[in-house]
């Protein structure tokens, strides 16, 4: 079993929906968790960034966090065509080593 | 800088050659990371430098790859005698000490023939 499950896709939804990316971890050491954008031939970008459980909030964008099922999620609301990009979920046990374990990353397109 | 610098965007070297692949992180980023992306694949860390720090080399796939960080700053990653498997995105990283958040370049897209 791999440290980070991410369903590849793709995923195609219309201008507007509401969309759920999910990830699942083994690592219980785990705690903190990233969700990048990744548009083609560009390096990801950061775009939200949780400490242990919980929800977290920005704009259209919200991250949950539930470590007793190892299960994390982005939720994109009034999704738009700029959010076609492929989404990569990010996490890490802390400490003082930051090197990031990922998922490989579901491929989104958002039909206008 | 304004952002993670990586040169060249795109290498086509022949098999058996060496390659170098640039990084300049943001400045006043101590760390300073090496990810490969392949086809398919998620990003495989390869090497993290943090600040004066002894760098963790535990991601390097094999001794035909290796990386420097002169001044703390402008880091090299090293592909000796490259084979068809090398062939990947490699992505550089940058991050204040203590932020998980990274940023990343845009990459330098490497194809061995």
């Known amino acids: 079993q791999k440290e980070v499950e991410q369903d590849p896709g793709p995923l195609s939804v219309p201008e507007g929906a509401i969309v759920s990316l999910n990830c699942t971890y083994s690592?219980?050491?785990?705690?903190?968790f990233m969700w990048y954008r990744q548009y083609s031939r560009k390096g990801p970008e950061l775009l939200m960034y949780t400490y242990s459980s919980g929800n977290k909030e920005d704009g259209r964008f919200t991250a949950q966090v539930d470590k007793s099922s190892k299960y994390i999620s982005l939720f994109i609301r009034d999704s738009q065509p700029s959010d076609s990009a492929t989404y990569l979920c990010?996490?890490?046990?802390?400490?003082?080593?930051?090197?990031?374990?990922f998922g490989k990353g579901t491929l989104l397109t958002v039909n206008p | 800088g304004a952002g993670v610098s990586q040169s060249p965007s795109n290498k086509v070297t022949e098999k058996g050659k060496d390659v170098e692949l640039r990084c300049d992180p943001i400045?006043?980023?101590?760390?300073l990371y090496w990810y490969r992306q392949s086809l398919g694949q998620g990003l495989e860390f390869l090497i993290y430098f943090q600040g004066n720090s002894a760098p963790d080399k535990s991601g390097l796939p094999s001794d035909r790859f290796s990386a420097e960080r002169t001044g703390g700053s402008v880091s090299t990653l090293t592909i000796q005698r490259t084979q068809q498997e090398d062939s990947a995105v490699y992505l550089c990283?940058?991050?204040?000490?203590?932020?998980?958040?990274?940023?990343f370049g845009s990459g330098t897209r490497l194809t061995v023939v």
């Open positions: 690592n219980s050491a785990f705690q903190y």
């Open positions: 400045s006043g980023h101590t760390a």
């Open positions: 990010a996490m890490s046990g802390g400490g003082s080593n930051y090197k990031l374990t």
């Open positions: 990283a940058s991050s204040l000490s203590g932020n998980y958040g990274y940023t």
